[in-house]
C-alpha cells in the first residue's frame, strides 16, 4: 500500500473525529404531555392524559395496582409547564399517624410524605425538568425511582 495522500489523510481525520462524538442525548421537558405520556408508557404503564378546560394537564396510571398522578406544574395559561409532580394516595389509610409519617420522611430521599386535607397519607415527588429538558433517560430513571417508592411506601403505611 502506497502513501496516502493529505486530502484522504484529512478526511479520514475528520471521519473519525464525527464517529467519535458522542451522540446527544434527546432532551425532554414538560412543554409536552404527550412526550411524557409515551415515556410513562415506555415503563409498560398505562397512561391517560387528562386535560380540563382552565386547569393545568395531568396524567392517570398505574403501576402494581397503585393508581398515580403526574402532574404538570409551573404551567403559563395551562401549558408550557416546567416542573413535573408524581402524586399517589391511599383513601383506605387514614389512621397513620403524623410520626410514621415523618418517620417516612426523616429516613426517605426523594419523595415526601404527608396527610392531605381529607386525611389520606399522600406521597409526593417533584422532577424538575426546566429550561431544555434533561435526557430522556434521566426522565426514565425518574419514573424508575418512583416506582420503588410507590412500592415502599405502600408497604410503609399497611405495616403492621
Given at each position: 500500500?502506497?502513501?496516502?495522500?493529505?486530502?484522504?489523510?484529512?478526511?479520514?481525520?475528520?471521519?473519525?473525529?464525527?464517529?467519535?462524538?458522542?451522540?446527544?442525548?434527546?432532551?425532554?421537558?414538560?412543554?409536552?404531555?404527550?412526550?411524557?405520556?409515551?415515556?410513562?408508557?415506555?415503563?409498560?404503564?398505562?397512561?391517560?392524559?387528562?386535560?380540563?378546560?382552565?386547569?393545568?394537564?395531568?396524567?392517570?396510571?398505574?403501576?402494581?395496582?397503585?393508581?398515580?398522578?403526574?402532574?404538570?406544574?409551573?404551567?403559563?395559561d395551562n401549558k408550557n409547564c416546567k416542573t413535573l409532580q408524581y402524586y399517589m394516595g391511599f383513601t383506605d389509610a387514614k389512621?397513620?399517624?403524623?410520626?410514621?409519617?415523618?418517620?417516612?420522611?426523616?429516613?426517605?430521599?426523594?419523595?415526601?410524605?404527608?396527610?392531605?386535607?381529607?386525611?389520606?397519607?399522600?406521597?409526593?415527588?417533584?422532577?424538575?425538568?426546566?429550561?431544555?429538558g434533561i435526557p430522556r433517560e434521566n426522565l426514565g430513571e425518574t419514573f424508575n425511582t418512583w416506582a420503588s417508592l410507590m412500592?415502599?411506601?405502600?408497604?410503609?403505611?399497611?405495616?403492621?
Amino acid at each position: 500500500m502506497g502513501p496516502i495522500s493529505l486530502r484522504t489523510a484529512l478526511a479520514m481525520g475528520a471521519a473519525l473525529a464525527f464517529a467519535a462524538t458522542p451522540a446527544q442525548a434527546e432532551l425532554v421537558n414538560a412543554k409536552s404531555p404527550a412526550t411524557i405520556k409515551a415515556i410513562v408508557e415506555s415503563q409498560g404503564w398505562p397512561a391517560t392524559i387528562v386535560s380540563k378546560p382552565g386547569e393545568d394537564p395531568y396524567i392517570e396510571s398505574n403501576r402494581n395496582d397503585l393508581k398515580f398522578l403526574v402532574l404538570f406544574m409551573n404551567c403559563t395559561d395551562n401549558k408550557n409547564c416546567k416542573t413535573l409532580q408524581y402524586y399517589m394516595g391511599f383513601t383506605d389509610a387514614k389512621n397513620v399517624s403524623l410520626e410514621r409519617l415523618n418517620e417516612w420522611n426523616k429516613t426517605k430521599r426523594f419523595a415526601r410524605a404527608y396527610r392531605d386535607k381529607e386525611g389520606d397519607p399522600v406521597l409526593e415527588m417533584d422532577v424538575d425538568i426546566d429550561f431544555a429538558g434533561i435526557p430522556r433517560e434521566n426522565l426514565g430513571e425518574t419514573f424508575n425511582t418512583w416506582a420503588s417508592l410507590m412500592d415502599s411506601y405502600r408497604d410503609f403505611i399497611f405495616a403492621k
